[in-house]
């Protein structure tokens, strides 16, 4: 159980397009969930977190207007990274937790390149 | 939220035991230690979860002393396919957010 899926698992945009990244608690509810963003070589980044029904909160220096995150379920939370740039190309890695549970589990992860 | 802090990187030769040490002085009355193993383009997969004393599972041990400022991730046996980075986070429950540290790159020579 506690399967978390991410789609898609690549994706190339043009410089200047928007790109939205799904993050599916499959087996669970997600009470809470996380965006991440990884550079290579470097570890997890955590640019927010949503609970459901609530707006996200963002840490700082992470742009709200640029990357959106709505969850709108207890299963599903989007990212939306507007107007990409090339330097928006990144891992970024989504995860959930249940309500009241400790461990926090992962998608896989999706790759954006921006050209 | 509960600093760790980890060895930056570990060599070791297939079949040894591997153990990795985490440090987390200022850690909560509710805080979980929680390993994660993260290969390269993949998500972090959850290892072994741990409050006090030992816990072991299929895949690897977790040892925690009584005063709970450090813990010791312990992998029997590895194999090159163990070469990975290693994540010491500690964790509660609630809405807390989970952040990461700069984890440990275990890479194991054959």
């Known amino acids: 159980g506690a399967v978390v899926s991410q789609h898609p698992s690549w994706v190339i945009c043009k410089s200047g397009t928007s790109v939205k990244i799904e993050c599916r608690s499959l087996d669970f509810q997600a009470t809470t969930m996380f965006w991440y963003r990884q550079f290579p070589k470097q570890s997890l980044m955590l640019m927010a977190t949503?609970?459901?029904?609530?707006?996200?909160?963002?840490e700082q220096g992470v742009e709200k207007d640029k990357f959106l995150i709505n969850h709108a379920s207890l299963t599903l939370s989007t990212l939306t990274v507007t107007s990409a740039h090339p330097e928006d190309s990144s891992f970024y890695i989504c995860?959930?937790?249940?309500?009241?549970?400790?461990?926090?589990?992962f998608g896989q992860g999706t790759r954006l390149t921006v050209v | 939220l509960a600093k760790t802090t980890q060895p930056i990187s570990m060599d070791s030769y297939e079949g040894q035991e591997v153990n990795i040490t985490c440090s987390h002085n200022?850690?909560?009355?509710?805080?979980?230690i929680t390993w994660y193993q993260q290969f390269p383009s993949q998500g972090p997969r959850f290892i072994i979860q741990?409050?006090?004393t030992k816990v072991t599972n299929e895949v690897a041990s977790l040892f925690i002393p009584a005063d709970r400022k450090s813990s010791t991730l312990s992998l029997p046996r590895v194999s090159l396919s163990d070469t990975a980075v290693y994540y010491c986070?500690?964790?509660?429950?609630?809405?807390?957010?989970?952040?990461f540290g700069t984890g440990t790159k275990l890479q194991v020579i054959p």
């Open positions: 741990g409050y006090k």
């Open positions: 200022n850690i909560a009355t509710n805080d979980y």
């Open positions: 949503s609970n459901e029904g609530s707006k996200a909160t963002y």
């Open positions: 995860s959930a937790r249940k309500a009241g549970n400790t461990e926090a589990f």
């Open positions: 986070l500690a964790l509660s429950g609630g809405y807390q957010k989970v952040t």
